[in-house]
């Protein structure tokens, strides 16, 4: 039976799944993208300080080392040979900023994540350089100058860390987001590794334009970054370079997409208008606008989509990008210690089925989308000595739902063309309580793929699909057809628009909580 089922397979792809919470290594057989096995190990995340969020680069490439073996020894169990995976596909947390030295192979700093707050001075000193209504920054990169990008990071970096400092002068330093320090590492480091983002990546650096597809001359001076420090920018579907190492030694990495991106792919929004959210540490809304730039007047952002293959159109997004979703889960268990596992916000919510008139604005690292609001900080509003932890459990799955909600209805108002529906995928929508939520609070269904893993199988597909591996089709009558579970609203339309605005009101009391504090120098 094993061997029969061995003789079926066809090629398999590959995908490292690097996010802010965990990495996983997958493996999809590219003719049915059935996920054959995968294995995930949690990422530590470090607050040396508040508003500082870190991570050990050295850590995120080992779990992705973890990953790949402990992958390919269930793979070997099942009887499946690992010599059928013909690519692998690198999908990451974008923004998350590493600098590293290209002689040793060692960071010459911890990671600084995409929602490390650090910036905020750095933001404001940058700002008062720009003349008053010249956007220059947003027509080129499609971004507002925050603390989410990573130019800033870097800008804090070269300003406060000597190591880095030091390095740049020796022409030492390599920048690159979580791709490129993984790519390169994994195509040989020291011994020829290969120094390259994507497109899409690139396009969350505040360094790049969106339209030439290039780094920007002009960006790099006004961030006063070294541009010899950046990687080279290469299509999200094409060969990188070789596995130096492992039991996937030998095979290409021949997809690259920023998370968003790739669950993009995966959905297969590849029409103009499409659209989906990621429940993951954030969330994140991604509408398809076709070959066109989008520019937002609702605090939107404009990203590039994806570009698959050297030779292929580029493809746009509008992005609505909500820094805590996932993690306001992780901060009940970790800081509150109302639950032991994340599974168990589900039960609690279930208990209660309403928040009781609490609110939770989990604003950890301000507002984003569509506020940009670095000033905000996370309240729990609506308390009574009737209040308890279920209701808080289920105002933090609200939370969530809400702040879709807002960046859904930027988007309708960006588009002109509401959506008719919303398709959802990553960790949290394993959660029933929130997915009925979100079809409540929108007002509209929430429609969940069976394989809720779309943003490895999007980096899957990228990669199966470049030129030289040519095995997956992304030919729209060649798309296996997912089956989906679909969620309907189940409460009034004005029910739904009580809670919104009273949401909102919650919202407007977290603003303008913090002020900027003088940066801080000195680090080593």
């Not at 020829?192 to 790049?208: I, K, P, Q």
């Not at 952002?301 to 996932?326: F, M, Q």
């Not at 459990?393 to 859904?408: D, S």
Request: charged letters at 20%; proline letters at 4%; a negative charge.
């Amino acid at each position: 039976m094993a061997a029969a089922k061995k003789a079926v397979l066809g090629p398999l792809v590959g995908a490292v799944d690097q996010g802010t919470s965990s990495t996983r290594f997958l493996v999809f057989n590219s003719k049915t993208a059935e996920l054959l096995s995968h294995h995930q190990v949690e990422i530590k995340q470090e607050f040396p300080r508040e508003g500082w969020v870190e991570q050990d680069p050295k850590e995120i490439l080992q779990s992705v080392y973890e990953c790949i073996e402990k992958t390919c020894e269930k793979l070997g169990q099942l009887n499946i040979d690992v010599s059928n995976i013909k690519a692998i596909g690198v999908s990451n947390q974008r923004e998350t900023t590493v600098v590293w030295d290209k002689l040793t192979g060692e960071p010459l700093y911890n990671a600084v994540v995409w929602l490390d707050l650090r910036t905020q001075p750095t933001v404001e000193s940058l700002s008062k350089r720009i003349p008053e209504n010249n956007n220059f920054v947003k027509s080129k990169t499609g971004l507002p100058l925050s603390t989410y990008f990573s130019a800033v990071k870097l800008r804090w970096l070269l300003d406060n860390v000597k190591k880095v400092q030091k390095a740049v002068e020796e022409n030492r330093a390599l920048f690159g987001t979580i791709d490129s320090w993984l790519i390169w590492s994994l195509t040989g480091g020291i011994n020829g590794g290969v120094h390259c983002t994507d497109v899409t990546n690139a396009s969350r650096t505040m360094l790049f334009n969106i339209h030439s597809l290039e780094w920007d001359k002009e960006l790099c001076e006004f961030f006063g970054i070294p541009m010899e420090i950046l990687p080279s920018v290469r299509s999200s579907s094409e060969i990188y370079g070789l596995m130096k190492a492992g039991a996937l030694e030998g095979v290409p990495i021949s997809g690259c997409l920023g998370d968003q991106s790739a669950a993009l792919v995966g959905q297969m929004c590849f029409q103009d208008g499409q659209a989906k959210n990621t429940y993951g540490t954030g969330c994140f809304l991604l509408c398809n606008t076709g070959h066109k730039c989008v520019f937002s007047e609702h605090g939107l952002l404009t990203t590039v989509a994806y570009k698959l293959g050297r030779d292929k159109p580029v493809y746009y997004a509008l992005e609505g990008s909500v820094a805590i979703a996932g993690a306001v889960i992780r901060w009940l268990r970790d800081n509150l210690g109302i639950i032991q596992s994340s599974e168990e916000i589900e039960k609690l919510a279930k208990e209660v089925g309403t928040s009781y008139g609490c609110y939770f604005v989990p604003a950890f690292s301000g507002l984003y989308a569509p506020y940009w609001e670095p000033s905000a900080r996370g309240i729990i509003c609506g308390l009574t000595q009737f209040t308890n932890k279920c209701h808080i459990a289920f105002a933090a799955l609200e939370a969530v739902c809400f702040q879709t909600r807002e960046i859904l209805d930027a988007m309708n108002r960006d588009c002109g063309i509401p959506l008719s529906h919303l398709q959802v995928d990553g960790g949290m929508t394993s959660n029933k309580i929130l997915m009925q939520l979100q079809a409540d609070i929108l007002y509209i269904p929430v429609v969940k793929p069976s394989m809720p893993e779309t943003t490895a199988l999007g980096a899957a597909m990228a990669a199966g699909a470049a030129e030289g591996v040519g095995v997956w089709s992304l030919e729209p009558e060649d798309l296996s057809a997912v089956t989906m579970e679909r969620f309907e609203p189940q409460i009034n339309a004005e029910e739904s628009e009580i809670r919104y605005s009273t949401w909102k009101k919650a919202v407007m009391k977290s603003i303008g909580w913090v002020t900027t504090q003088s940066p801080d120098s000195g680090i080593p």
